[in-house]
């Protein structure tokens, strides 16, 4: 049993959260365990200079932690460092897979990720409700016949995985993260494509059958985050 009670194999619990900013085309809460995330996307018509001239659009990410959302305050000079340029990253590159950017017609969609309270897992939090988030947006350009329908794909779902004391486990919290012997960040699709794996083996090299075991159990717990992504859309008529 582990620190909070859970299986070994068992997620957190997951709450998302429609609509909670009134301003933005699409945004969602999403709260895995203690770790919550609220996600905006923004919608302009205009593409990054370097897409000038070609079809199609962009989505790009951001990333930050509230001050407080740690144990200790963070400030905000170091809010926007290395780490959470690396995440931002991560989020852009796997909600890219979530929309068809040939089809968003000059639309550049910014999915802003802000944790308000961590406890391990911040960047799949951020896939997860980002891509609720940008489902939401991409429906509303839909909606007004300003994209095709077939713009929005399929759902984009992470989550982590990792060793403690030889025993593989699943969405670690932050105290399990800290104490991980090989922990990993894994993004698939809803068909079960890997879209990115994110690892480190903290203590020991792991052997091909134990990565495999994780990547395994990862896939089991992204299949329940894609269902509650779908059942949370499903809501506003959205079926993905």
Known sequence: MRRDGREWDALRPLHIDLAPIRHAEGSAMITMGHTQVLCAVSVVKQVPRWMQGRQGGWLTAEYALLPRATHTRTARSHISGGRAQEIRRLIGRSLRRAVRLDLLDGYTLTV???VIQ???????????????????????????ELVP????????SAISVGIEADQPILDLAYEEDAHAQVDLNVVMDAAGGFIEVQGTAE???????????????????IATVTVAQREALACTGIEV
Request: net charge negative.
């Open 203 to 221: 203590q020991d090299p792991i052997s091909r059958g134990q990565l495999d075991e994780l990547l395994d159990l990862a896939a089991r717990g």
């Open 149 to 156: 329908a077939g713009t929005l794909l399929p759902p984009v």
């Open 118 to 144: 961590a406890d391990g897992g911040t960047r799949t939090a951020a896939v997860n409700g980002g891509y609720v988030a940008t489902a939401l947006a991409v429906h509303d350009l839909v909606t007004r």
């Open 112 to 114: 802003d990720c802000d």
